[in-house]
């Protein structure tokens, strides 16, 4: 099963964008999603987690407090809200998950990659 991320695009500085993200499968609800980033030429890097009934969330420090990580089981969909966008969060985005109760950090224990969403924030 690969998941799939939408909603990428162009963003001014400070603006705000919303990513989502579809699985297929019945299993969604039992698993943990998560969000990483590659930023060009750099390696792929972690931004949020979520837990499969989205009670417990987790971010990366260079994010919290302006991005947040929601998901909605009916849909089988985990969404990503940016707000207060930096040229520094200009990277493609990825979604993937993971078994729940493990560590969400660790990007080697989510499976699902698929094509990312581009995010261009400019200055």
């Known amino acids: 099963v690969q998941l799939q991320a939408s909603g990428g695009g162009l963003a001014q500085d400070g603006g705000s964008l919303r990513l989502s993200c579809a699985a297929s499968g019945g299993s969604f609800s039992t698993l943990g999603m998560g969000w990483f980033r590659q930023p060009p030429g750099k390696e792929r890097e972690f931004v949020a987690s979520?837990?499969?009934?989205?009670?417990?969330?987790y971010y990366a420090d260079s994010v919290k407090g302006r991005f947040t990580i929601s998901r909605d089981n009916a849909k089988n969909t985990v969404y990503l809200q940016m707000n207060s966008l930096k040229p520094e969060d200009t990277a493609v985005y990825f979604c993937a998950r993971r078994p729940s109760g493990t560590d969400y950090r660790n990007s080697r224990l989510y499976d699902g990659w698929g094509q990312g969403a581009l995010v261009t924030v400019s200055s």
């Open positions: 979520i837990g499969p009934i989205g009670v417990r969330t």
